[in-house]
């Protein structure tokens, strides 16, 4: 025998973890409820075994018992299984079947080694096409696929560890809360977001949601939040399908020291705001942040980007990553409609999140259904993907200016009625000093409550807010050049 022949490999399975989980349904349904939370018939090897499982389910959702008599009408009618008729087999599943309490552990063992064979399967495909290469093949899209189906699995995976473990870990989360005096996670810019959802930072492992409308200034905000992340020694990741990095510094320079982004593009600068940009230009080239322009990128190729900045950045600090918007992110099928694809895309950044051992922060862009409401505050259901794509979060808040959509209806209104809205809709958009107040509130709060809302200003020369207690707004200039 040639030593350097490679054996005949199996792809991972085992029929027997197969065997004693439909067992175990087949003689206790109950279990079947647990089951399926990690174990779908497609997971199965066997594909005799996919059948059993699939027709097993469909009789207990409707109520009925699955047992294998009942079975038999929903099966293929003269399938063999080695010697044994189908009947045959169904019996021995049950009377050879183990404790139903093993029942959780069989189905994780499916499950792995389903994920095991999916890797394999796209590692080899991706092999092939490089071996098979065309002209004008790029090597790197080519392997992306791998990247993309690692993704997914991690995204779908259902969680393994053991229940005896929570205890100690949430032991060994407050003990390091308690060591270090605070939560770990990224520092919040301004009081009143914190305020709103009920958190005193973005918590590493978190997936948070910005929401507003064009134009009510979600990506200054977010820009005025990254900065204060830097300054604190957060490396940060700003995936953006809109900003590109030059637009996103002149807007921080603005916000941070009250250069208006209008000049810069201009260059009408004095001497000391010329030195200003450069001591600032030479700032932002040390800190940790990458600024992404993204163009059609998906959920996987994001969290790619991610695990690199990661690894390449890592300071010990947890770190935060914005992506700009949601809605740009190409989904990864996509005929389905808005509220699958905000689905899958969020449990991907969700799943990323927990990996890179970071905040994300998502923005979503409100769909056109809040706009045509007499009374536009936001709600859920002006999120991409509605109501139901609320699942994945920890936290979303908004940002609602009222004065944007006071001109807006002004402009168009043409009837007493109309006018009745306004004024019901809109009874304090402006204060007496003409400055532009902008609200932030909650649509989900994991661990608060959602009805906290709070105000700010928003200054439209420097695209910043700023809070109205002017003795709880920090700095926005100290600390920024260190």
């Known amino acids: 025998m040639n030593a350097n022949v490679d054996p005949i490999r199996e792809v991972p399975h085992n029929i027997e973890a197969e065997q004693c989980l439909l067992g175990a349904v087949l003689i206790n349904n109950t279990c079947f409820d647990l089951v399926s939370r990690i174990v ?71 499950y792995d080694l389903w994920i095991a064979r999916k890797i394999i399967a796209t590692c080899e495909d991706a092999i092939g096409r490089l071996y098979e290469r065309k002209p004008g093949m790029d090597p790197l899209a080519e392997a992306g696929v791998i990247e993309d189906t690692l993704a997914k699995l991690r995204g779908e995976r259902v969680g393994s560890s053991g229940t005896a473990a929570h205890g100690r870990q949430y032991l060994e989360s407050m003990t390091a809360a308690r060591q270090r005096g605070k939560v770990g996670g990224v520092p919040i810019c301004l009081q009143e977001i914190a305020s709103v959802i009920s958190e005193p930072c973005f918590e590493a492992g978190n997936l948070y949601g910005l929401l507003s409308s064009s134009g009510e200034g979600k990506t200054s905000l977010t820009l005025q939040i990254i900065a204060h992340a830097l300054r604190k020694g957060h490396p940060v990741l700003f995936l953006s399908y809109d900003q590109s990095p030059d637009q996103c510094i002149r807007q921080m320079i603005a916000q941070e020291h009250g250069i208006e982004a209008r000049r810069q593009r201009a260059g009408d600068l004095s001497e000391k705001e ?10 932002i080239d040390r800190q940790p942040f990458e600024v992404v322009k993204c163009t059609d990128q998906g959920a996987p190729q994001l969290l790619a980007f991610a695990r690199g900045f990661v690894k390449r950045y890592g300071n010990g600090n947890i770190p935060l990553v914005v992506v700009d918007h949601i809605g740009a992110v190409t989904p990864e099928d996509k005929r389905t409609d808005e509220g699958n694809k905000a689905k899958s895309i969020n449990s991907i950044f969700k799943a990323g ?7 994300w922060l998502i923005l979503n862009q409100r769909n056109s259904y809040g706009m045509r409401r007499d009374n536009p505050r936001p709600i859920s259901a002006d999120l991409f993907g509605g109501d139901p794509a609320k699942q994945a979060y920890d936290a979303i808040f908004y940002v609602y200016r009222y004065l944007k959509f006071l001109e807006e209806r002004r402009a168009i209104a043409s009837s007493e009625s109309d006018w009745k809205k306004i004024t019901k809709v809109f009874p304090s958009a402006v204060r007496e000093d003409g400055e532009d107040i902008a609200q932030i509130g909650a649509i989900k709060v994991r661990f608060g409550n959602a009805a906290i809302t709070r105000n700010l200003i928003f200054e439209a020369r420097f695209t910043r807010y700023k809070s109205e207690q002017q003795n709880d707004q920090p700095e926005l200039i100290e600390g920024a050049m260190l």
């Open 274 to 283: 010329w030195e200003t940009v450069v001591d600032f230009s030479g700032w």
């Open 353 to 359: 999140a927990g990996q890179t051992k970071a905040a």
């Open 40 to 110: 779908q018939p497609e997971h199965f090897y066997e594909p005799i075994h996919r059948e059993i499982f699939k027709a097993a389910g469909e009789l207990i959702t409707v109520g009925r018992q699955a047992t294998p008599v009942t079975l038999k009408d929903f099966l293929p009618k003269n399938e063999k299984i080695g010697e044994m008729t189908l009947g045959q087999y169904l019996a021995l599943l049950c009377s050879e079947a183990s404790s139903v309490l093993l029942a959780r552990d069989y189905a994780l063992t499916i």
